[in-house]
């Protein structure tokens, strides 16, 4: 499947450096020509030699080590690649790219490439949360720049978190697509924030109130967004779902939470799509103890959160904004209701008491509602087709506006 495409595997310096031997040799056996360039601290895990064996190729780690003397080595390798991937990429050269720093070869090739860049980031699970380096991120994913997410698990530093290399199978799996799946990305260039699952409102630390989201329509949302070549943000409550490769995810608990989450990424949107299921009210008073079982009924008092979707319709600019509402009956008519009272431009309604949709389900059957009146009704079908289809609707009656978004 990647007969002749020539990858340029970019390796820097941590303990994931044995999966990225691993990947060169599957992409190897997938037809594709892979050229090897490391960072000195990459050497440190694993030699160039290994590099050199599983590539059949020389590996490149010195600006000044001219191999070929007609050409100059990192502009050559720059202009030879098809696609660039680092992996694993570190803290360290995540931020020198994001500041357009040229201290080794990698980072100079990586500035000097025209061609598509991915990185693949591992680390220690609190450097991967550090707001340097998520600031970093987000400025690269301004830039185009691809991410392909960690997984989460145990670390080589003893701790359970996010911060492990994808699994070279994966990578491999996501490169193929990328050079078998039609070139064509109307949302390239454009950035697009999608909320999903559920929120969790503490009532003490070990209750909380919620409800039944499993995040499946959000998810799938995402990643039919970052097919379409989006920079994709998935602001998410908590789900047992894998992360959508691809997409940066933003992990929430609480409406607040997702609340200021939303805002620090609505500016530069081309679409925003509050697909979750945000609890309507929270516990007024947060017990800091658990509380203890008592004879006799109880009662908590509750008030209201902020409703998400009406702040971002008081924000809007230039945003196409799109809603969610889940109903359990006359869903089309409360649906237009808050179309109109929330400032949307479209809302996506399902009634949840349908056999074919609602939370946790794999399909669902909606409606999808435009501010121009338009009214167009989804038969049950999976939640990632129909993730596409909803796109696509929106897309089409939004082609004129998105270009200039």
């Not at 892979?34 to 990459?42: G, I, L, Q, Y």
């Not at 050199?52 to 070929?68: C, G, H, I, L, W």
């Not at 109903?327 to 949307?344: I, M, P």
Request: charged share 25%; glycine share 6%; with cysteine.
């Amino acid at each position: 499947m990647l007969l002749n495409k020539k990858i340029l595997l970019c390796v820097t310096g941590g303990i994931a450096v044995y999966k990225a031997v691993a990947l060169v040799s599957k992409l190897a056996q997938s037809g594709a020509e892979v050229k090897v360039m490391m960072t000195e601290s990459a050497k440190e895990f694993v030699t160039p030699l290994t590099f050199q064996a599983m590539s059949r190729n020389d590996v490149y780690f010195d600006t000044f080590d001219e191999k070929d003397s007609r050409v100059i080595a990192h502009i050559d390798l720059a202009d030879w690649a098809d696609l660039v991937v680092v992996a694993p990429a570190t803290a360290n050269v995540i931020g020198k790219l994001a500041n357009g720093i040229a201290d080794d070869m990698v980072t100079t090739t990586l500035l000097a490439t025209t061609a598509d860049v991915w990185i693949a980031p591992a680390m220690n699970v609190h450097m991967y949360e550090n707001k340097a380096v998520i600031r970093n991120i987000d400025r690269l994913h301004a830039d185009g720049y691809r991410f392909i997410e960690p997984s989460e698990g145990f670390l080589a530093c003893g701790y359970v978190g996010k911060g492990r290399l994808e699994e070279p199978e994966k990578i491999v799996e996501l490169i193929t697509a990328h050079f078998t799946t039609p070139r064509h990305l109307p949302l390239a260039g454009k950035k697009v924030v999608i909320t999903a699952g559920p929120t969790r409102e503490r009532i003490d630390p070990v209750r909380y109130v919620s409800n039944f989201s499993s995040g499946k329509m959000g998810y799938a949302m995402a990643e039919a967004a970052e097919a379409l070549g989006a920079s994709t943000y998935l602001i998410s409550g908590p789900v047992g779902l894998a992360k959508p490769a691809g997409v940066t995810v933003i992990d929430v608990e609480s409406a607040a939470e997702m609340l200021e989450a939303v805002r620090a990424q609505f500016d530069d949107a081309a679409i925003v799509i509050k697909a979750a299921a945000v609890a309507d009210y929270r516990p007024k008073d947060v017990h800091p103890q658990k509380m203890k079982k008592q004879a006799g009924d109880s009662a908590i008092e509750l008030e209201r959160t902020t409703d998400i979707l009406k702040t971002l319709g008081t924000m809007k600019t230039h945003q196409v904004l799109v809603g969610f509402a889940a109903e359990t009956n006359d869903a089309v008519d409360y649906g237009k209701g808050k179309l109109a009272s929330k400032n949307l431009d479209y809302i996506i309604v399902n009634d949840v008491t349908d056999p074919d949709a609602g939370f946790g389900k794999d399909t669902n059957v909606v409606t999808l509602l435009s501010k121009n009146g338009t009214h167009q009704p989804f038969h049950a079908m999976p939640k990632k087709e129909l993730a596409n289809v909803l796109l696509a609707a929106i897309m089409k009656e939004e082609s004129e506006q998105l270009h200039d978004r």
